[in-house]
């Protein structure tokens, strides 16, 4: 099992009265919660966080695309993975992902991460998800109606600029360009390994199936509630006869370790009820803009009670049904996996055996969070839970892991030492 | 109430539905936000005096999946000329409603001889940044009734499940109207239309749903300032958005006297 260490970049500073007097974490949250100056510690300290875990040996750090969001201070993911390729030397890095149709021309992602990925030498996991209906939609104004054709289309034109040879004409529906040939070309090859983090689609599974693509599912709502939706996925590549493959899927998991339950429940409830109370705050006339899901996933919801199960998981959903909870009910529902050492990797060996996934995304910073927590909370998974878990699965491969460059041919990364110019 | 007539005609591979009801000099409605699952009583008033014509248009119920070939606002104008064309509407009068009126609106723009007299209740297609239109998008479920009618009753009974309708192809069919919509008009409702306005010469009443919390009653004069031929303004007091279904009887009575 590959265990990753995945950051939201929450702004840490929301008001305790949040819920009460803002509507939404997203899209509208006003401009007056935001201090740039309390912000740019924020994003030092994350930045120092995803660091952190690649030296505690995790296999992977992971960084995603929000826009106009409290919860998530990555409008462009891209900016920190650049950080973290230099400030890191092994450890993939896995930008979970930038919203193809959001970037005119498309080409701009092939570009940018192929950047990455020279950069890195090869450590890039590239991720596609469609992208939230608030942050699409909504915050970045594209059209629900025409976000999937414009996602796919411009899905089809990066894979071809990052693997023809020469300068060819892209004549799509959405996109025409006359001359695409992207400098720098990708280490990888043909390409950087490609994930989609998606909703419990039919039609996203088939496609993450057609094209050999890792599906992830990054419910914040934890292994218990994702069940229904793996059992759908493993459902749907058994019926296309692909075989039980675990690094096919990916899933994201709150986790909180400590010495003991008391003491682990002692120092994570307030982040834990920050961030389900008060970044998971959405306001729901943002939750479904009119063709956003296809006729497809909404006559599966419809008529299959499994469909709306795994439906009611949804970010929208999920700040209903939360509303009121405290901590026991995080605990008790698996949106947090919580205790000693043990007691976690009890909890987790039974979210490999139930939800069958490869990559487990941990969230193990997560609210308001402090980096000394955070990293208490990192290192006591890498040094008690971590090791215990990584056999997991050992007898399968990993097809979808990045390919690096080899050690000999990398450059080498100069140690970071700032100096004053008077020195 | 006695059924209208149906037929359908093909635009761009999809069967669009037509309906057709009374006698008398035909006169063209296009349906406002959220199209016309059902016959509604507006329509039978509008039938008693004339001819009256309603295409759906293309993703509305009756218009099948039209919208998803429909990437450009070239691809809608033209869309929505082939379908007034095919329903015996060219050169006739044309009332539309919300989205519908938008198009109506285009139609006597581009073609000018298309259209004989014109009536518009609450247009779409501008935006006035100091008095922007509501976003009908953005709206929770329950929220929609109260935005779209003055009276929500009239919009949860022109949504309700008719008995004997499949219980999952009727929303369906309910939010492809949004959709549709959206694809049109997506996001702010701006279309340019502002541009094609001077252009339209045919007599044009604008109607206005005196609690319409959609499109702003300031946008009636905006309208009337733009147009290139005469025009009236009149409030309908006691409707929304959708002032047909708020008040049939007297947006019916406004058309009918304006077209003559």
């Known amino acids: ?24 974490v997203w899209v509208d949250i006003h ?8 912000a740019h510690l924020m994003y030092n300290d994350f930045m120092d966080e995803l660091e952190f875990a690649a030296d505690c040996g995790f296999d992977a750090i992971c960084v995603n695309e929000h826009h106009s969001n409290g919860y ?5 993911p891209n900016l920190i993975a650049s950080a973290l390729a230099r400030r890191t030397t092994q450890v993939p890095i896995c930008v979970m992902g930038n919203s193809l149709a959001l970037y005119n021309p498309p080409t701009r992602v092939a570009e940018e991460f192929a950047m990455l990925d020279v950069i890195s030498g090869g450590r890039l996991i590239a991720g596609f998800p469609v992208g939230t209906p608030m942050d699409t939609c909504f915050a970045y104004g594209q059209n629900p109606s025409q976000l999937r054709e414009r996602y796919l289309e411009a899905h ?6 990052w693997t023809e040879k020469d300068t060819f004409a892209f004549n799509g529906r959405y996109n025409q360009q006359r001359y695409v040939n992207i400098w720098p070309r990708p280490v990888q090859q043909p390409h950087p390994p490609i994930w989609i983090p998606g909703g419990g689609s ?29 059992d759908g996925f493993w459902a749907e590549m058994a019926r296309l006869g692909k075989d039980r493959n675990p690094y096919r899927a990916g899933f994201a998991q709150v986790v909180a370790v400590a010495e003991s339950r008391q003491q682990a429940l002692d120092l994570y409830t307030e982040p834990a009820e920050y961030f389900f109370n008060r970044c998971l705050h959405i306001d729901p006339r943002f939750a479904a803009p009119a063709g956003y899901s296809t006729e497809a996933t909404q006559r599966a919801g419809l008529e299959s009670m499994v469909k709306k199960a795994a439906n009611a998981q949804s970010l929208i959903m ?14 008790e529902r698996g949106y947090i996996v919580i205790g000693s050492p043990d007691e976690v990797l009890e909890q987790l060996n039974a979210l490999a055996d139930d939800l069958h996934v490869g990559h487990l995304m941990t969230l193990i910073q997560f609210g308001n969070m402090d980096k000394a927590l955070t990293q208490y909370n990192t290192k006591m998974f890498a040094e008690h839970v971590m090791p215990r878990l990584k056999t997991r699965f050992a007898e399968w491969e990993d097809r979808w892991w990045p390919k690096p460059m080899a050690e000999a041919e990398r450059a080498e990364i100069p140690g970071f030492a700032p100096k004053l110019a008077a020195e | 109430m006695s059924e209208p007539e149906v037929s359908t005609v093909d635009v761009n591979g999809f069967p669009m539905r037509i309906w057709r009801k009374g006698s008398g000099a035909p006169l063209g409605f296009l349906a406002g936000f959220g199209g016309l699952p059902r016959w509604v009583p507006f329509l039978d008033r509008l039938a008693e005096r004339r001819t009256v014509i309603v295409p759906s248009l293309p993703g509305f119920p009756g218009g099948d999946r039209g919208h998803s070939v429909l990437d450009t606002h070239l691809d809608w104008v033209l869309a929505v000329r082939q379908l007034l064309q095919a329903a015996g509407l060219h ?44 976003d009908p998008w953005a709206q929770r479920a329950d929220a929609l009734p109260g935005l779209m009618c003055a009276d929500p009753e009239a919009w949860k009974a022109l949504k309700a499940l008719p008995e004997g309708a499949n219980s999952v192809e009727w929303p369906i069919e309910q939010t492809r109207a949004n959709e549709a919509a959206a694809r049109i008009f997506w996001p702010l409702g701006n279309t340019r239309l502002a541009k094609r306005l001077p252009l339209i010469k045919a007599p ?23 147009l290139g031929g005469p025009s009236e303004i009149r409030t309908i007091p006691g409707a929304g958005h959708l002032a047909e279904l708020d008040r049939p009887d007297m947006v019916a009575e406004a058309v009918i006297s304006w077209v003559g």
């Open chain 1, 72 to 76: 998530g201070l990555m409008p462009s």
């Open chain 1, 31 to 38: 401009s007056s919660l935001f201090d740039p100056k309390r």
């Open chain 2, 204 to 226: 044009t009443l604008l109607l206005w749903g005196e609690q319409d919390r959609v499109m702003p009653r300031g946008y009636a004069a905006r309208f009337a300032q733009a």
């Open chain 1, 318 to 331: 999920g700040d209903k049904t939360n509303r009121g909870m405290t901590m026991a009910d995080f605990v």
């Open chain 1, 156 to 161: 089809d034109l990066v894979i071809r600029a």
């Open chain 2, 91 to 134: 050169g006739a009068d044309l009332a539309g409603s919300s989205v519908g009126a938008s198009m109506a609106a285009e139609m006597a723009a581009i073609w000018p001889d298309s259209v004989r007299r014109l009536a518009l209740i609450a247009p779409f297609g501008l935006y006035e940044e100091s008095d922007p239109p509501a």
């Open chain 1, 1 to 24: 099992m590959k265990l990753m260490w995945f950051h939201l970049m929450p702004y840490t500073e929301l008001p305790e009265d949040f819920r009460q007097k803002h509507p939404s």
């Open chain 1, 202 to 230: 039919v039609e996203t599974w088939q496609w993450c199936a057609q094209m050999d693509y890792v599906y992830c599912y990054l419910s914040y709502y934890g292994y218990k509630a994702g069940k229904a939706t793996m």
